[in-house]
C-alpha cells in the first residue's frame, strides 16, 4: 500500500504471529502446515525405503502408529484455501504477486496428497510377509 513492498513466507507468519502475541496461533500454524508434513513425509520414506530395498525398516509398528496420528494434522489444504482467500480479499487493496513459494506450497501440497492417498498398509503388510 503506497508504494511500500512487504515480502512474507510461511516460516516468517509465523514469527510475525509469534511477535504479535498470539503464540498459541502461530504454534499451530507452524505444526500443522511445517512439521507434520514433514514428520508425515519422513515417516513415509522411513517406511518406504528399506521395502524398496527389500529390508525391514526399524521400529515399523511405531512409525505407523506415529503416521496415522499425524496424518489429520498435516492440514495444509486448509491453509491454502485460506491463502486463497486472503489473496482475494486484498487484491482490492493492494497488488499480489504469488511468488515461486506459492507454488512450491501448492506442490507440496498436492504430492503429499496423492502419496498418501496411494499409500496402501495392507500392501507394506505383505511385501514385509514376503521379507520374513
Not at 515480502?7 to 498459541?24: A, C, H, I, P, R
Not at 519422513?42 to 526399524?58: A, D, G, I, S
Not at 506442490?107 to 502419496?115: E, F, I, V
Request: glycine fraction near 4%; proline fraction near 5%; charged fraction near 15%.
Amino acid at each position: 500500500m503506497r508504494g511500500r513492498v512487504t515480502e512474507t513466507t510461511l516460516v516468517s507468519g509465523v514469527f510475525d504471529l509469534y511477535n504479535q502475541g498470539k503464540q498459541e496461533i502461530a504454534i499451530l500454524v507452524l505444526f500443522t502446515t511445517v512439521l507434520a508434513p514433514l514428520c508425515q513425509i519422513t515417516l513415509l520414506l522411513w517406511v518406504l525405503l528399506p521395502l524398496r530395498w527389500n529390508r525391514v525398516p526399524w521400529q515399523l509398528p511405531h512409525a505407523f502408529r506415529l503416521l496415522r496420528h499425524i496424518q489429520p494434522w498435516s492440514m495444509m489444504e486448509v491453509f491454502i484455501i485460506g491463502i486463497l482467500v486472503a489473496i482475494v480479499k486484498l487484491m482490492e487493496m493492494a497488488t499480489i504477486v504469488p511468488g515461486l513459494a506459492l507454488w512450491s506450497f501448492v506442490l507440496l501440497m498436492m504430492s503429499l496428497a496423492g502419496a498418501v492417498s496411494s499409500f496402501e498398509p495392507e500392501a507394506v503388510w505383505e511385501r514385509l510377509e514376503t521379507l520374513a
